[in-house]
Protein backbone atom coordinates (compact mmCIF):
# COMPACT_ATOMS: atom_id res chain seq x y z
CA UNK A 1 0.00 0.00 0.00
CA UNK A 2 1.61 3.31 -1.07
CA UNK A 3 1.49 6.44 1.48
CA UNK A 4 -0.57 9.12 0.73
CA UNK A 5 1.60 11.95 -0.87
CA UNK A 6 -0.21 15.71 0.46
CA UNK A 7 0.90 19.21 0.27
CA UNK A 8 -0.25 19.70 3.56
CA UNK A 9 2.51 19.33 6.23
CA UNK A 10 1.86 16.58 8.22
CA UNK A 11 2.90 15.89 12.53
CA UNK A 12 2.92 13.83 15.09
CA UNK A 13 2.89 15.23 18.49
CA UNK A 14 3.14 12.76 21.82
CA UNK A 15 1.94 13.98 24.84
CA UNK A 16 3.79 11.72 27.76
CA UNK A 17 2.25 13.80 30.33
CA UNK A 18 -1.46 13.54 29.30
CA UNK A 19 -0.89 10.07 27.62
CA UNK A 20 -2.18 11.51 24.03
CA UNK A 21 -0.93 11.79 20.32
CA UNK A 22 -1.96 14.27 18.20
CA UNK A 23 -1.76 14.69 14.16
CA UNK A 24 -1.69 17.75 13.25
CA UNK A 25 -1.55 19.22 9.55
CA UNK A 26 -0.54 22.95 8.61
CA UNK A 27 0.14 23.55 12.57
CA UNK A 28 -3.64 22.46 13.73
CA UNK A 29 -4.42 19.38 15.02
CA UNK A 30 -6.83 17.23 13.52
CA UNK A 31 -6.90 13.86 15.04
CA UNK A 32 -6.75 13.19 18.44
CA UNK A 33 -6.10 9.36 20.10
CA UNK A 34 -5.70 8.22 23.61
CA UNK A 35 -2.19 6.28 23.99
CA UNK A 36 -2.60 2.90 25.44
CA UNK A 37 1.04 2.62 26.89
CA UNK A 38 4.29 3.89 26.27
CA UNK A 39 7.62 2.41 26.42
CA UNK A 40 9.82 2.38 29.42
CA UNK A 41 11.87 5.27 29.71
CA UNK A 42 10.56 6.88 26.71
CA UNK A 43 12.70 9.58 26.00
CA UNK A 44 11.15 13.46 24.73
CA UNK A 45 12.90 14.12 20.94
CA UNK A 46 12.00 14.38 17.22
CA UNK A 47 12.00 11.62 15.26
CA UNK A 48 10.57 10.93 11.98
CA UNK A 49 8.15 7.80 10.35
CA UNK A 50 10.88 5.74 8.71
CA UNK A 51 8.55 2.20 8.22
CA UNK A 52 5.17 1.59 7.83
CA UNK A 53 4.31 -2.14 7.86
CA UNK A 54 0.59 -3.62 7.62
CA UNK A 55 -0.17 -6.85 10.17
CA UNK A 56 4.04 -6.66 11.41
CA UNK A 57 3.73 -9.49 14.04
CA UNK A 58 0.82 -10.35 16.90
CA UNK A 59 2.48 -8.46 19.37
CA UNK A 60 2.51 -5.20 17.40
CA UNK A 61 -1.28 -5.35 16.43
CA UNK A 62 -2.43 -4.41 13.36
CA UNK A 63 0.08 -1.65 12.21
CA UNK A 64 3.57 -0.57 12.61
CA UNK A 65 4.93 3.14 11.95
CA UNK A 66 8.92 2.90 13.02
CA UNK A 67 10.54 5.82 13.91
CA UNK A 68 14.48 6.71 12.97
CA UNK A 69 15.83 5.01 16.19
CA UNK A 70 14.98 1.47 15.74
CA UNK A 71 13.77 -0.24 17.51
CA UNK A 72 10.92 2.57 18.62
CA UNK A 73 8.22 2.64 16.99
CA UNK A 74 4.21 3.44 17.26
CA UNK A 75 1.89 0.09 17.01
CA UNK A 76 -1.16 -1.55 18.15
CA UNK A 77 -2.03 -3.92 20.74
CA UNK A 78 -1.40 -7.52 20.93
CA UNK A 79 -4.07 -9.96 19.66
CA UNK A 80 -3.58 -11.70 22.61
CA UNK A 81 -3.51 -10.41 26.13
CA UNK A 82 -1.77 -7.40 25.38
CA UNK A 83 0.40 -8.03 27.84
CA UNK A 84 3.59 -7.75 25.59
CA UNK A 85 6.38 -5.10 25.85
CA UNK A 86 5.66 -1.67 24.32
CA UNK A 87 7.95 -1.02 21.99
CA UNK A 88 7.67 2.84 21.92
CA UNK A 89 4.02 4.32 22.05
CA UNK A 90 0.75 2.09 22.00
CA UNK A 91 -2.32 2.55 20.33
CA UNK A 92 -5.48 0.43 20.41
CA UNK A 93 -5.83 -0.88 17.35
CA UNK A 94 -8.68 1.15 15.32
CA UNK A 95 -7.09 4.46 16.55
CA UNK A 96 -3.68 3.26 14.65
CA UNK A 97 -5.31 2.01 11.75
CA UNK A 98 -6.74 5.59 11.14
CA UNK A 99 -3.65 7.07 11.98
CA UNK A 100 -1.24 4.54 9.52
CA UNK A 101 -3.76 5.76 7.00
CA UNK A 102 -3.35 9.62 7.42
CA UNK A 103 0.21 10.15 7.12
CA UNK A 104 3.46 9.59 5.19
CA UNK A 105 6.70 8.44 5.13
CA UNK A 106 8.77 10.76 6.93
CA UNK A 107 6.23 12.78 8.81
CA UNK A 108 8.06 14.33 12.16
CA UNK A 109 7.31 13.15 15.60
CA UNK A 110 7.70 15.30 18.41
CA UNK A 111 7.74 13.76 21.88
CA UNK A 112 7.31 15.79 24.53
CA UNK A 113 6.59 16.03 28.10
CA UNK A 114 4.64 18.62 28.36
CA UNK A 115 1.14 19.33 26.41
CA UNK A 116 1.15 21.28 23.51
CA UNK A 117 -1.15 24.31 23.08
CA UNK A 118 -3.43 25.22 19.97
CA UNK A 119 -5.10 27.98 18.61
CA UNK A 120 -8.25 26.52 17.14
CA UNK A 121 -10.11 28.78 15.16
CA UNK A 122 -14.30 27.84 15.62
CA UNK A 123 -15.99 30.04 12.47
CA UNK A 124 -19.45 28.81 11.10
CA UNK A 125 -19.27 27.53 7.44
CA UNK A 126 -21.34 29.14 4.79
CA UNK A 127 -24.34 27.95 6.32
CA UNK A 128 -23.84 28.94 9.53
CA UNK A 129 -23.12 25.60 10.98
CA UNK A 130 -19.81 24.95 13.35
CA UNK A 131 -17.89 21.84 11.94
CA UNK A 132 -17.58 18.61 13.99
CA UNK A 133 -14.87 18.93 16.74
CA UNK A 134 -12.11 17.75 14.25
CA UNK A 135 -10.11 16.53 18.03
CA UNK A 136 -12.80 13.74 18.63
CA UNK A 137 -11.63 10.27 19.13
CA UNK A 138 -12.08 8.61 15.94
CA UNK A 139 -15.34 6.13 16.52
CA UNK A 140 -16.13 2.95 14.48
CA UNK A 141 -18.49 3.53 12.91
CA UNK A 142 -18.71 6.99 13.10
CA UNK A 143 -17.32 9.69 10.88
CA UNK A 144 -14.25 8.51 8.37
CA UNK A 145 -11.45 10.14 7.67
CA UNK A 146 -10.70 10.49 3.84
CA UNK A 147 -7.99 11.80 2.05
CA UNK A 148 -8.73 14.11 -1.07
CA UNK A 149 -7.52 12.58 -4.23
CA UNK A 150 -6.87 14.89 -7.59
CA UNK A 151 -10.14 15.72 -9.58
CA UNK A 152 -12.44 15.00 -6.22
CA UNK A 153 -15.11 18.00 -5.79
CA UNK A 154 -17.53 18.28 -3.17
CA UNK A 155 -20.39 16.54 -5.73
CA UNK A 156 -18.42 13.70 -6.38
CA UNK A 157 -17.67 13.08 -2.99
CA UNK A 158 -21.58 13.23 -2.27
CA UNK A 159 -21.99 11.17 -5.05
CA UNK A 160 -19.78 8.83 -3.97
CA UNK A 161 -20.74 7.87 -0.40
CA UNK A 162 -24.28 8.72 -0.94
CA UNK A 163 -25.16 11.57 0.82
CA UNK A 164 -26.08 15.19 0.73
CA UNK A 165 -23.39 18.01 -0.11
CA UNK A 166 -24.75 19.95 2.72
CA UNK A 167 -23.67 16.94 4.94
CA UNK A 168 -20.28 17.17 4.09
CA UNK A 169 -20.15 20.80 4.33
CA UNK A 170 -21.43 21.09 7.55
CA UNK A 171 -18.74 18.32 8.69
CA UNK A 172 -15.79 20.52 7.31
CA UNK A 173 -14.43 24.09 7.85
CA UNK A 174 -13.26 24.63 4.14
CA UNK A 175 -11.54 28.13 3.61
CA UNK A 176 -12.97 27.22 -0.39
CA UNK A 177 -15.51 24.50 -1.02
CA UNK A 178 -15.11 25.02 -4.39
CA UNK A 179 -11.19 23.64 -4.09
CA UNK A 180 -10.11 20.69 -2.73
CA UNK A 181 -6.49 19.81 -2.45
CA UNK A 182 -4.97 16.60 -3.13
CA UNK A 183 -4.09 14.90 0.31
CA UNK A 184 -6.51 17.29 2.09
CA UNK A 185 -7.78 15.37 4.98
CA UNK A 186 -11.37 15.52 5.21
CA UNK A 187 -14.16 14.18 7.29
CA UNK A 188 -17.02 12.23 5.78
CA UNK A 189 -19.69 11.91 7.96
CA UNK A 190 -22.37 8.52 7.92
CA UNK A 191 -25.54 9.12 6.69
CA UNK A 192 -28.09 8.81 9.27
CA UNK A 193 -30.03 5.18 10.03
CA UNK A 194 -33.56 5.24 7.76
CA UNK A 195 -36.38 4.96 10.05
Known amino acids: MSSPRST?????????????????????PVRRYPVVALREGLAAGTFSITE?????EPSLGTRWLGLNKPPLGIHGAAFDNGLEPCHGIRL??????????????GTQVEIAKTPCEFQTISLPNQFGRFPATPLAFPVVPGPRSYIVQKGDTIWKLSRRFKIPMESILA????PDPNRLEPGQIITIPLPWPKK
Not at 93 to 99: A, I, R, S, T
Not at 171 to 174: D, P, T, V, Y
Request: charged fraction near 20%; aromatic fraction near 6%.
Open 8 to 28: ALMKVFVDLKNFELLLCQDGQ
Open 52 to 56: KLINP
Open 92 to 105: DNPHLEDLYALIPL
Open 171 to 174: ANLL
